[in-house]
């Protein structure tokens, strides 16, 4: 057995082979393998497998094409790990609901492909010349912060909207969600089961599972109220239908590619996705700062212009291999702050932070093929994504009301979440730049110099509490 203290002593950062801007890095050579993190990476793949039910119902794929575009993106996490990005990466959550209503906008067959395509292509290169030039920040900073906040506002509304609108999945499983967002829901911020997690181990053990209790409840609360059958475990291996993946849903297969009018159009679409993207990469560096002081033996370097890159790579290559409504974000927030929890433990418990998150993503990836796990949750994948979404939406409108810095920007954020959620994108940023020109004139960029009367409440922390693989 290695001895990794004598590979990586203390306060050393784990060695890896320099590759351009990345830090190339392989399990075993550079950094320990943890298989608690892979283990626990196994049974939440779960709530991956819950994008299936949306890719079939939005773009008409079979299950085992959307699950062939799961199992590629699950290899793509992983290169977060292996150049050097040190978190769990996740989808672009809160965007979600809003890419299905832009793509649904198109008739359904080649049309909706292209705008899909043309969107996750156009998004991934946007990364990818951000994390190049290094302007991200002065991107974000030149939009004004009641857009900003009416765009969060928008995605977390859409996002509970789009499981209770009529023909949604609540109408189809409205027992067992109930019962199942209000397990997870008093597990991830009730008072009184926080206390029971500092009391009881099982409760603290259970509580950095995120939301893999609920699901495995709805298993079986879907079936003894009907709304699901009992799942039939198979055994062996899933067969993802990669053949007909890249025969009939790629643009270099019999679709082709799209040609420039679904770019342009779906320019408004991408900023506005980059606002989550952009928010989700500074909760990586809150959730990291605020981890290092307990380990000062692993010092851990996240660089936003690699993880732009990171980002920017696998969001091009879906739109080439498998085009995803998930689309591909720098975290899962959840899973980041459980692995980094177990990471403050020191290094017997975990002797790198790369290698925690490194493990998690392939056990993901493995539990994909693991045909038990899949046949498992098959029944109830639309409740998964369901209690996914309720909750990004809870987190996202409280992350977006903080974003306004005054009633002001409060009032002008809920016009533009209002017209995102009814006619889209481009009429939201349209409404919200003729808002704040008749509000604020001139201060256009500035707004208002009114103190935020949102800065002294105390709120959940969404690093702590967001969801979404």
């Not at 890719?55 to 790990?81: K, R, S, W």
Request: charged letters at 15%; aromatic letters at 12%.
């Amino acid at each position: 057995m290695k001895n990794w203290r004598a590979i990586r002593p203390d306060g050393v950062e784990v060695p890896y082979w320099p590759l351009g801007p990345f830090k190339m890095r392989l399990p075993g050579v550079h950094y320990r393998w943890e298989w608690a993190d892979y283990i626990q990476g196994l049974v939440m793949c779960a709530v991956c497998l819950s994008i299936i039910p949306v890719l079939q119902d939005t773009l008409g794929m079979p299950f085992e094409v959307a699950l062939a575009i799961v199992v590629l993106n699950g290899i793509l996490y992983c290169l977060h790990a292996l150049l050097g990005d040190p978190v769990v990466p996740g989808w672009v959550t809160p965007a979600i609901p809003l890419l299905i209503a832009y793509v649904s906008s198109y008739p359904a067959g080649p049309e909706r492909m292209h705008a899909l395509i043309a969107f996750e292509l156009l998004l991934g290169l946007w990364c990818i010349f951000l994390g190049i030039t290094g302007l991200a920040n002065r991107v974000i900073a030149s939009i004004p912060p009641a857009i900003k906040s009416g765009v969060i506002i928008g995605a977390g509304i859409s996002a509970i909207y789009m499981i209770f609108q009529k023909g949604g999945r609540f109408e189809k499983f409205p027992i067992t969600i109930t019962i199942a967002i209000g397990l997870a829901f008093w597990m991830m911020y009730a008072e009184s089961f926080k206390k029971l997690a500092e009391r009881n181990k099982i409760a603290r053990v259970i509580s950095n599972l995120g939301i893999l209790p609920s699901i495995l409840l709805a298993v079986f609360v879907a079936a003894l109220v009907k709304e699901s059958g009992f799942p039939a475990i198979e055994w062996g291996i899933s067969r993802p239908d990669f053949a007909t993946l890249w025969t009939d849903w790629v643009p270099w297969g019999k679709l082709g590619w799209p040609s420039i009018d679904y770019y342009i159009k779906a320019l408004p679409l991408v900023l506005a996705a980059y606002i989550v993207i952009f928010g989700d990469a500074v909760q990586c560096q809150a959730i990291i700062r605020d981890a290092q002081k307990f380990r000062p033996d692993d010092p851990v370097d996240y660089n936003p212009s690699r993880a732009h890159l990171v980002v920017g790579l696998r969001n091009a290559g879906m739109s080439i291999l498998g085009p995803d409504i998930s689309m591909c974000g720098p975290i899962w927030a959840a899973m980041t702050v459980v692995t980094y929890e177990r990471w403050k433990n020191g290094r017997a418990a975990m002797d790198s932070s790369i290698g925690g998150v490194g493990a998690f993503r392939f056990g993901t990836l493995t539990g994909y093929f693991i045909l038990p796990i899949v046949s498992l949750v098959r029944p109830i994948l639309p409740v998964a994504l369901s209690l996914t979404m309720l909750i990004q939406g809870f987190v996202s409108l409280y992350v977006g009301v903080k974003e306004s810095r005054n009633i002001k920007d409060l009032g002008i954020a809920g016009i533009v979440g209002g017209v995102l959620l009814a006619k889209g994108a481009a009429y939201a940023f349209g409404a919200g730049i003729i808002m704040c020109l008749l509000v604020y004139g001139r201060n256009f960029f500035k707004g208002d110099s009114t103190p935020n009367l949102f800065a002294e409440e105390k709120v959940l922390q969404p690093a702590e509490k967001a969801t979404g693989c």
